[in-house]
Nanobody, 115 residues
Framework: QVQLVESGGGLVQPGGSLRLSCAAS????????MGWFRQAPGKQRELVAG???????NYADSVKGRFTISRDNAKNTVYLQMNSLKPEDTAVYYC?????????WGQGTQVTVSS
């Protein structure tokens, strides 16, 4: 069982930055692919960024060049650095850990981009 705890959300003005963190409970974290998803009101949950256990990253087109995903296996933590935030980035952001048939979610953290 892997438990995920997100932090770092909040209210930020357009053009601002936030860094989300997701701390995992399991020491086998380094074997999991990690991802950040988001869900805005009335919309489906969507993948924002992912990083494999080997460190390969992928991003949604809407965040390329603005968001950066990274992981620190020594701290069992994955990060999402979000720059140049836009109002359309407003959503609940969820951390995900996946490996083979195992799939785990955090509780989510709210990100609101508004002036």
């Amino acid at each position: 069982q892997v438990q995920l705890v997100e932090s770092g959300g909040g209210l930020v003005q357009p053009g601002g930055s936030l860094r989300l963190s997701c701390a995992a409970s399991a020491s086998i974290f380094r074997f999991y692919a990690m991802g950040w998803f988001r869900q805005a009101p009335g919309k489906q949950r969507e993948l924002v960024a992912g990083i494999t256990s080997a460190g390969t990253t992928n991003y949604a087109d809407s965040v390329k060049g603005r968001f950066t995903i990274s992981r620190d296996n020594a701290k069992n933590t994955v990060y999402l650095q979000m720059n140049s935030l836009k109002p359309e980035d407003t959503a609940v952001y969820y951390c995900n850990a996946a490996r083979a048939t195992s799939n785990y979610w955090g509780q989510g953290t709210q990100v609101t981009v508004s002036s």
